[in-house]
């Protein structure tokens, strides 16, 4: 069993700069893939940032140029590094990670984005 513990969300203002952490209790080598979610109140949960074992990435059309995916086998830890941050970007944000058969996920990190 691992758990995924995420971290650095906060009060920011627009245009703002966050960096989420993802932070795994055990290899992270383990999952082919991880990726970051996020949902806002009333609203349904949505895939925002997506990276496989060998580092491909793909990103909603919504944050794209802005928010950048990493991940650091080493330090069993996925990233979500988040600029020019907006209003709507206002979300609780979730990583999860996949292996064959299961999918882990952290409690979530709340974001907000006002002036």
């Known amino acids: 069993q691992v758990q995924l513990v995420e971290s650095g969300g906060g009060l920011v203002q627009p245009g703002g700069s966050l960096r989420l952490s993802c932070a795994a209790s055990?290899?992270?080598?383990?999952?082919?893939?991880m990726a970051w979610y996020r949902q806002a109140p009333g609203k349904q949960r949505e895939l925002v940032a997506h990276?496989?074992?060998?580092?491909?990435?793909n990103y909603a059309d919504s944050v794209k140029g802005r928010f950048t995916i990493s991940r650091d086998n080493a330090k069993n830890t996925a990233y979500l590094q988040m600029n020019s941050l907006k209003p709507e970007d206002t979300a609780v944000y979730s990583c999860?990670?996949?292996?064959?058969?299961?999918?882990?996920w952290g409690q979530g990190t709340q974001v907000t984005v006002s002036s």
């Open positions: 999860n990670g996949v292996e064959l058969g299961h999918t882990y």
């Open positions: 990276i496989t074992r060998g580092s491909n990435t």
């Open positions: 055990g290899s992270i080598f383990r999952f082919y893939a």
